[in-house]
């Protein structure tokens, strides 16, 4: 007989798993929403926001340490009204209240802890709190109550402290535009100059430990090398992607990367992966493989993407999991790490003494007493240090890989959060269709297919507006702004992958709704929130590129490709708007503002339009196709049209890129165009050195 949970609160009728995962704490929950609201003003009780998702290893420490406990939880429901949120779900409540936490603190994180007025103005709040004092934080009881205290004695203090708080955060949240806007090639310079400056050369990346991947950073310095031919940036580059990929915080037996590496060396991960983390590291591999053809940046994308596929992937219906937890049987990296015992047992003693050698499993162990997978020596100067062929070599450790990650696929695996969310599907979906043109695996293309037709299927409301998470048979809550741009950016890529108008137009379609909800028509720019939007204390234009792009930076992306593709000019005089709100923030800051520097360099580039007028399942026209996408040419776009489709006039219609270009003799022919004026068409393909 199953036993019966003491405690059930409301976050029982939640699809999120990180809300379920609380729907037996003995803390009286509520998600976000009217009843609770309602309640704070009534009782004109303070409200304790909990934020955080389903991965984070702290949030659990926290819930079992504090949520979990009777005692403290008597003092939450005596005297707050409680409130989770996943930060998944709802980016918009996170980036607010994080924002709140960051002025009072000077740093924040998850799980987030913030004390708000009935009104929802922040007043206190942090991150992590142990529930006795230690790690120089007070203990969460004595803080409950220090707050319950202030809140009922020094009312009038809280209030007016609260309100300077919002107001500081709206004047962050939305800031004024340049009138003497100056895109130009140094802006890409100075960015360049500012990762060179924070660049570890002994390990690569940026800065000190806890280290982030620099996804969007990565693909920066790209277009840079490519525009300035700087050797040192392509060096940074392929330095920190080599390394990220040789360290723990890839897995080495399963493809895909953990969220981030608590050393500077990339060993030892926070063991969580995220879907995002994923789909922006694809990318920047991917490019790095068209830089330089080298095949070890073409090996971790297909690793990474099997993971995905096997693991992250909805294969009946299409649709892309959020995250993997970090924990598993409650505890960190269980899932992922060996001793040479173990690798002995499985391996027999010849492979297991070349396989613990090169990825340094010891007796002593590199975490807490156990190993994790990482590459010391890359394999070609291994081979030479033990005097084997690297053929062989490579072929050793891939046999004894497969054994592992068999056995290692019959433990217990980390929880997995598999709600759909339309942003993150989005940008996977970018990155697969990405991956098909570049790699040219059908599995990619069908993948990023299925997907895209869930969403649209699933997650479209009757209006045609977008909703934001799918879980369990039930889609709900508003899209925000990074729904639509990143889902629209990868319709562009899976349209320039197939041709298949459809998707252009869903694109198209998409577009306007997204410009009619969240563009600012007094100040321009974009807001978080659309205008049919539960209404916050703050409408927000943040465009920080941080762990996930800006959904203003993916909306500059979408908007200068739809321009060319659909010829609707509009569409850039609203990206120059946007970037001169973000103008001073690109020149100091521009970490923070990769992708939209990345809009930069497009922009200012003078992209490649490119046409292709012929069958696309001809021999000739894969072979163009192929021919294109090997090469690094970032700033592009390309339409095809099958001169035999009986959809030509409505084809043409859509995209004018294409309108009134013939083939030449019947072969397949390549328009290559700048600002809709082309150069001679040709159906040569080596004429593409020249022409691009």
């Known amino acids: 007989m199953k036993n019966t949970p003491k405690h059930t609160n409301r976050l029982i009728d939640e699809t999120s798993p990180y809300l379920l995962q609380h729907a037996h704490n003995p803390v009286d929950w509520y998600p976000w929403g009217e009843e609770a609201l309602n309640l704070a003003k009534e009782l004109d009780k303070p409200i304790l926001l909990s934020i955080g998702y389903s991965a984070c290893h702290w949030c659990h420490v926290m819930e079992r340490e504090s949520f979990e406990n009777e005692e403290i939880a008597a003092i939450m429901n005596k005297h707050y009204i409680n409130i989770k949120v996943d930060r998944e779900e709802r980016p918009d409540l996170d980036e607010i209240y994080m924002s709140a936490v960051q002025i009072m603190t000077g740093s924040g994180g998850w799980p987030m802890?913030?004390?708000l007025t009935p009104d929802r103005k922040p007043f206190y709040g942090g991150t992590y709190f142990p529930p006795d004092d230690r790690y120089g934080r007070p203990g969460f009881p004595k803080l409950l109550v220090a707050v319950k205290d202030a809140y009922q004695n020094k009312r009038a203090d809280i209030d007016e402290q609260a309100e300077k708080l919002v107001s500081h955060i709206n004047q962050i949240s939305n800031p004024k535009s340049v009138d003497d806007l100056l895109l130009d090639d140094k802006i890409i310079e100075q960015a360049f100059y500012h990762y060179q400056n924070r660049f570890d050369s002994q390990h690569g990346g940026f800065g000190q430990a806890p280290k982030f991947p620099p996804g969007m950073g990565?693909?920066?310095l790209l277009r840079y090398w490519k525009r300035s031919g700087n050797s040192r940036a392509l060096h940074i580059v392929e330095f920190t992607l080599e390394k990220m990929a040789r360290g723990g915080m890839y897995d080495q037996l399963g493809g895909g990367f953990h969220r981030y590496s608590t050393d500077e060396i990339w060993l030892v991960p926070h063991f969580e992966k995220m879907l995002y983390d994923n789909s922006l590291l694809t990318v920047a591999y991917l490019e790095a493989f068209q830089a330089t053809s080298k095949p070890f940046y073409r090996e971790v994308v297909e690793e990474t993407l099997d993971y995905v596929l096997r693991e992250m992937y909805n294969q009946q219906n299409g649709g892309f999991y959020s995250t993997q937890d970090a924990d598993s049987e409650g505890v960190e990296g269980k899932f992922f790490v060996w001793t040479p015992g173990e690798v002995?047992?499985?391996?027999?003693?010849a492979d297991a003494k070349i396989f613990c050698d090169f990825y340094d499993v010891t007796d002593h162990g590199n975490f807490e007493h156990q190993n994790i997978l990482w590459v010391k020596t890359p394999a070609d100067l291994y081979a030479k240090k033990i005097k084997i062929d690297q053929a062989n070599l490579v072929n050793i450790l891939n046999r004894c890989k497969k054994k592992l990650f068999e056995i290692r696929d019959k433990r217990i695996k980390p929880g997995l959060d598999d709600k759909i969310l339309t942003s993150w599907n989005g940008l996977m979906i970018r990155s697969m269709g990405l991956a098909y043109q570049i790699l040219g695996d059908l599995r990619y293309l069908e993948a990023a297919e299925k997907s895209a037709k869930f969403i649209l299927t699933e997650l479209v409301r009757k209006n045609g507006h977008l909703l934001r998470t799918h879980r369990a048979g039930k889609s709900h809550l508003n899209a925000c702004l990074e729904d639509y741009s990143y889902f629209i950016a990868g319709l562009i890529e899976l349209y320039q992958a197939s041709f298949d108008p459809y998707w252009l137009r869903e694109a198209d379609r998409l577009n306007q709704i997204m410009i009619s909800q969240f563009w600012d028509p007094q100040n321009g720019g974009f807001f978080f929130t659309g205008k049919d939007y539960p209404e916050l204390i703050v409408r927000s234009k943040s465009a920080y590129d941080g762990a996930t792009p800006s959904g203003a930076s993916m909306a500059i992306h979408v908007l200068l490709r739809l321009a060319i593709l659909l010829n609707q000019p509009d569409l850039i005089e609203k990206a120059k708007t946007?970037?001169?709100?973000?103008?001073?923030?690109?020149?100091?800051?521009?970490?923070?503002?990769?992708?939209?520097?990345?809009?930069v360099d497009f922009l200012i580039d003078t992209p490649k339009e490119?046409?292709?007028?012929?069958?696309p399942l001809s021999e000739q026209t894969q072979e163009i196709l192929k021919d294109i996408h090997r090469r690094f040419v970032p700033n592009k776009v390309v339409a095809l049209l099958n001169p035999n489709t009986e959809d030509r006039q409505k084809i043409e219609e859509l995209i004018p890129l294409l309108a009134s270009k013939t083939s030449i003799d019947g072969k397949t022919t390549i328009y290559v165009c700048q600002n809709y004026a082309c150069q001679l068409p040709t159906t040569?393909?080596?004429?593409?050195d020249k022409l691009l």
């Open 610 to 615: 490119i046409a292709i007028i012929g069958n």
């Open 578 to 599: 946007t970037f001169s709100l973000y103008d001073h923030a690109m020149k100091t800051a521009p970490s923070g503002s990769a992708q939209m520097l990345c809009g």
């Open 113 to 115: 802890t913030v004390f």
């Open 684 to 688: 040569d393909v080596g004429d593409l």
């Open 218 to 220: 990565l693909i920066l």
């Open 344 to 349: 002995e047992q499985i391996l027999g003693q």
